[in-house]
């Protein structure tokens, strides 16, 4: 199976930081890379798929990048209401569909 | 508008079952692949179960495989997963999930439900 890693598990940021979240595979996954949002309480929300695909209605702060086994989510300038837990998930060799451990942003 | 409700979840005791039921409007059910994805209290996503479009086939994590089975009513847009032999370690909130893409399985999901708690304990 796939392992995917996240880090940092968790950040602190302020309003208008610029936030990268890092995710590796365990092996290659091309570009089947995508990433999620969820806020407490809430359902999580695709922001990126294959990689670099940013999801219809998503701020175009939210940016996604990489390829083999090493990704990157960035916002560009970090809002109130971007602070949540962000998850990747691989979609290369499946079953099993795995997803990283997760990264809180939380507010500094 | 597309929506997803889930159903069915409640405290059942060890070795005890449950059918989780999600309810599916706002778009061509039989069309697409669906998936459930379960998150312990505290902890991270983890993928339960998905079924094809027309429902012949159905995968399964380790972890659940032998106890659970997915299935779909498409006359009725909706969504099964009956829960068997649970244990403590099945106690999460499971949310459905819609393939992004249609003739697609375990790609990614572009809308969510809101979620169902089950709860494993005596």
């Known amino acids: 199976d796939i392992q995917m890693t996240q880090s940092p598990s968790s950040l602190s940021a302020s309003v208008g930081d610029r936030v990268t979240i890092n995710c590796r595979a365990s092996?290659?996954?091309?570009?089947?890379l995508n990433w999620y949002q969820q806020k407490p309480g809430k359902a999580p929300k695709l922001l990126i798929y294959?990689?670099?695909s940013l999801q219809s209605g998503v701020p175009l702060r939210f940016s996604g990048s990489g390829s083999g086994t090493d990704f990157t989510l960035t916002i560009s300038s970090l809002q109130p209401e971007d602070f949540a837990t962000y998850y990747c998930?691989?979609?290369?060799?499946?079953?099993?569909?795995?997803f990283g451990g997760g990264t809180k942003v939380e507010i500094k | 508008e597309v929506q997803l409700l889930e159903s069915g979840g409640g405290l059942v005791q060890p070795g005890g079952s449950l059918r989780l039921s999600c309810a599916a409007s706002?778009?061509?059910?039989?069309?697409?692949?669906m998936t459930w994805v379960r998150q312990a209290p505290g902890k991270g996503l983890e993928w339960v179960s998905t079924?094809?479009?027309?429902?012949?086939?159905?995968f399964y994590a380790d972890s659940v495989k032998g106890r659970f089975t997915i299935s779909r009513d498409n006359s009725k847009s909706t969504l099964f997963l009956q829960m068997n032999s649970l244990r403590g370690e099945d106690t999460a909130v499971y949310y459905c999930?819609?393939?992004?893409?249609?003739?697609?399985?375990?790609?990614?999901?572009?809308?969510w439900g809101q979620g169902t708690l089950v709860s494993v304990s005596s």
């Open positions: 999930a819609k393939e992004a893409l249609r003739e697609q399985e375990l790609a990614y999901f572009d809308f």
């Open positions: 706002g778009f061509s059910f039989s069309r697409y692949a």
């Open positions: 079924i094809s479009d027309g429902g012949g086939r159905t």
């Open positions: 092996q290659s996954i091309s570009s089947h």
């Open positions: 294959a990689a670099s």
């Open positions: 998930q691989q979609s290369y060799t499946t079953p099993p569909l795995t």
